[in-house]
C-alpha cells in the first residue's frame, strides 16, 4: 500500500524530475575512476545565476562529472584569479589545466557544452 505522504508528494517529485537534470550516463567503476581523474583537471568558472553557467551545470550533472564549481559572484579570490588569467570576468569559463603546467581557458556555454560531449559523452 503506497503512503499517503508519497501520493502528496507525487507531484512534486514529477515536476522536479520534468525540470531538475538527472544523471544519464552511468558507467562501470572503472570507467569513472578514470573519469574522476581526467575532472580533476577542470574547474568551472560560473556564476549561479547565470543561465549560460545553469546551462553548463546541467550538462555536467547529465555526463556525471565531478567537475570543481568557482563561484566568481560568492569567492572574490576565484573573480581575481579568473581576471588575472584571463584579463575577463565573463562566465561560465573552463579552465583546463594540463601536466605541462600551462592551462587553457574556455568560454562560452555552447563551447564548454561540446568539449564535455567530445571528452566524456559514451
Not at 522536479?16 to 573519469?35: N, Y
Request: proline share 6%; hydrophobic share 40%.
Amino acid at each position: 500500500m503506497t503512503s499517503p505522504l508519497k501520493v502528496l508528494l507525487a507531484p512534486v517529485e514529477w515536476v522536479a524530475r520534468k525540470l531538475g537534470t538527472a544523471q544519464e550516463v552511468s558507467r562501470d567503476p572503472e570507467e569513472q575512476a578514470r573519469v574522476d581523474r581526467e575532472c580533476r583537471a577542470l574547474a568551472l568558472y560560473q556564476s549561479r545565476n547565470s543561465p549560460e553557467s545553469i546551462q553548463v551545470r546541467r550538462e555536467i550533472t547529465r555526463l556525471g562529472l565531478d567537475i570543481a564549481a568557482r563561484d566568481i559572484q560568492i569567492d572574490p579570490e576565484h573573480r581575481q584569479a579568473l581576471q588575472a588569467a584571463t584579463g575577463r570576468l565573463e562566465v561560465p569559463c573552463l579552465r583546463i589545466a594540463h601536466d605541462s603546467g600551462e592551462d587553457d581557458w574556455l568560454f562560452g556555454a555552447s563551447a564548454i557544452r561540446d568539449y564535455l560531449r567530445r571528452h566524456f559523452a559514451p
